[in-house]
């Protein structure tokens, strides 16, 4: 392992803390220190500018914070506690240009990869409902876009149609089929965003996948919302639906056997229900209409960025197999197929 020594300093430790590699995250580098903290190294191929991140992060995190404060909360508990450097910074870069963060860590938690009750899946609705809801009242002219484009999905088709052209990591023939899906749905992604652009932005989250809300260990209530990298101005439907994409899967999102790999319309409705009761209904009626499309527009979005990674030869996600990306690639698709065949039912239940 790295020698974290010098980090280690910078945030006031000593040499001989414990590490432990900690969580499943696709992107940065995390540790648990000394049991009560969480080290992070900002993963800065994917976010170019920490400084504007930890900005966003700290301004999101003190507005939560008050808020909290205010309704009796334990904010060191219900949201994200920033633990600056000994310089009183953010964050600390290192001689390699590494950018790194800490945060006290939250104990007696549980963050899940995969639903375990159904009940779960109505809890992390909740708890991204009423965070979108929280955010109401942030002022978004005050936050970086951290990634641009993030979720407009016909510029990621660009990027993808870019990825096919280039095939830098020489495996176009072996994907043509996942190809042709992908590309058989330009129409549909243009149908989507289309509808989109006639609905409210709102502060959202954008990362809404199930480990990154923080479940209480022993109530299994959400406690805190985290991965607060890519909080920018968006749509309800892409927090809704990148959530869903991952947590109404009957399997992990790197299953490679297709058959287990199933969208479960009574997760969708559990969840459906958590996140319309935390965003205290307030969603009109073509917004909560689009929530089952954003569903179909995160799961094809994500399977095409997996399948773009994969052309790219894997400088994106963290893989940690051959073809890892290309096995969550399949799985995306195929719940996309069943989504795009279940559509109307996925409406009657939101409407
Ligand atoms: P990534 O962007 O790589 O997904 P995350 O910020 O989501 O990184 O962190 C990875 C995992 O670490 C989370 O899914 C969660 O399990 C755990 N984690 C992150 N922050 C905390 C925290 N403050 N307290 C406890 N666990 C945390
Ligand atoms: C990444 O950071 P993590 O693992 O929570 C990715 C999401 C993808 C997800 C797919 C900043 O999420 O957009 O939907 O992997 N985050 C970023 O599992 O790209
Ligand atoms: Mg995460």
Redesign the pocket.
């Known amino acids: 392992m790295k020698d974290f020594s010098n980090v280690l300093k910078n945030f006031g430790f000593p040499e001989d803390s414990t590490m432990i590699p900690w969580g ?5 580098d995390t540790f648990r220190v000394n049991d009560e903290y969480l080290l992070q190294r900002i993963n800065t191929n ?2 170019k500018d920490p400084k504007g991140l930890m900005n966003n992060i700290y301004l999101v995190t003190d507005f939560l914070s008050k808020r909290i404060v205010a309704a009796g909360g334990d904010p060191k508990r219900e949201t994200l506690t920033i633990v600056k450097t000994v310089d009183g910074e953010l964050f600390f870069t290192d001689d390699d240009g590494k950018a790194y963060r800490m945060y006290l860590f939250i104990d007696n938690t549980l963050s899940l990869d995969k639903v375990e009750e159904k009940e779960d899946f109505y809890s992390c609705g909740f708890g991204f409902g009423d965070f979108q809801r929280q955010l109401g009242e942030f002022d978004a002219s005050l936050l970086t876009e951290t ?1 641009v484009n ?1 979720h407009n999905t016909l510029a990621r088709f660009e990027t993808f149609e870019k990825a096919i052209a280039d095939n830098k990591s020489g495996r176009r023939d072996l994907v043509q089929a996942e190809i042709d899906f992908a590309l058989a749905r330009k129409g549909l992604v243009e149908d989507i965003m289309d509808r989109y652009s006639r609905l409210p932005l709102r502060v959202t989250h ?2 809404t ?1 199930l ?2 809300v923080l479940f209480d260990e022993k109530t299994r209530k959400p406690l805190c919302v985290i ?1 607060l ?2 909080v920018m101005p968006g749509k309800a439907a892409n927090d809704f639906g ?1 959530a869903v ?2 947590g109404a899967s009957t399997a992990a ?1 790197d299953e490679t056997d297709l058959s287990k790999v199933h969208f479960d319309i009574e997760l969708y409705r559990a969840f459906a229900q958590g996140f319309l009761a935390g965003c205290g209904n307030v969603l009109g009626e073509e917004e909560r209409i689009s929530l089952a499309y954003g569903c179909i527009l ?1 799961t094809f979005e ?1 399977g095409m ?1 997996f399948l773009t990674d994969h052309l790219e030869g894997d400088t ?2 963290k893989i940690h197999r051959e073809n890892h990306n290309l096995d ?1 690639c399949r799985t995306q698709f195929k719940l996309v197929s069943e989504m795009e065949q279940q559509l109307d039912k996925m409406i009657e239940i939101v409407k």
């Open positions: 499943n995250g696709h992107i940065n994917v976010f990634i993030f954008n990362d996948k480990n990154n991965d990298d890519t990148d994409r991952f999102e995160m994500c960025r994106y996600f969550r």
